[in-house]
T-cell receptor
Framework: SQQGEEDPQALSIQEGENATMNCSYK?????LQWYRQNSGRGLVHLIL?????REKHSGRLRVTLDTSKKSSSLLITASRAADTASYFC????????????FGKGTKLSVIP | GAGVSQSPSNKVTEKGKDVELRCDPI?????LYWYRQSLGQGLEFLIY????????KSGLPSDRFSAERTGGSVSTLTIQRTQQEDSAVYLC????????????FGPGTRLTVL
């Protein structure tokens, strides 16, 4: 079953602009992770934010987490054509959990 | 190895045939996960291994699906009597220990059942 729901489903921006993707989830979580997928194949881990954290940065990525609203956002600053990919949020919930529950993803297109 | 590897990268089979998909996790990773990505269902968890044991098989969609892991390393996902709805990309991931950290994914096997 899907836990996260990304918004928007698709996003098209010009190179150099910022891209913001949102994710909402339903149950309480241990952590939330963002992954990138190119061409429908392997996923690459981008960033993990734990339930007791509110914001995290990694290079051009900024992730926020609002557990009261059960939502997270991923901001990519100064986007590049190489950022074109699908982006998924994934959550791990509950004691003893190990499986990632993924949202449906946001397809980002960065136009050169 | 440097990363998780999966084979074959693509598999086309006829309905009713059995298929085996292989995953080689990162060396030293004790936890291994299988996921399936299809157009209609998105990314779904199938099964996970801690060492050679699979504590939770509840994600497997039917009894035609089985998986094993030997020597705490390579895992094989077997689909018997394949159906067209089994067509999907099958992704494998591994982590150093069981838990809640980032998972390292392989490139996937694209299965097409004709």
């Amino acid at each position: 079953s899907q836990q996260g729901e990304e918004d928007p489903q698709a996003l098209s921006i010009q190179e150099g602009e910022n891209a913001t993707m949102n994710c909402s989830y339903k149950t309480s979580i241990n952590n939330l992770q963002w992954y990138r997928q190119n061409s429908g194949r392997g996923l690459v881990h981008l960033i993990l934010i734990r339930s007791n954290e509110r914001e995290k940065h990694s290079g051009r990525l900024r992730v926020t987490l609002d557990t009261s609203k059960k939502s997270s956002s991923l901001l990519i600053t100064a986007s590049r054509a190489a950022d074109t990919a699908s982006y998924f949020c994934a959550t791990i919930s509950g004691a003893g959990s190990y499986q990632l529950t993924f949202g449906k993803g946001t397809k980002l297109s960065v136009i050169p | 190895g440097a990363g998780v590897s999966q084979s074959p990268s693509n598999k086309v089979t006829e309905k009713g045939k059995d298929v085996e998909l292989r995953c080689d996790p990162i060396s030293g990773h004790t936890a291994l996960y299988w996921y399936r990505q299809s157009l209609g269902q998105g990314l779904e968890f199938l099964i996970y291994f801690q060492g050679n044991s699979a504590p939770d098989k509840s994600g497997l969609p039917s009894d035609r699906f089985s998986a094993e892991r030997t020597g705490g390393s390579v895992s094989t996902l077997t689909i018997q009597r394949t159906q067209q709805e089994d067509s999907a990309v099958y992704l494998c991931a591994s982590t150093h220990t069981w838990g809640r950290d980032e998972q390292f994914f392989g490139p996937g096997t694209r299965l097409t059942v004709l």
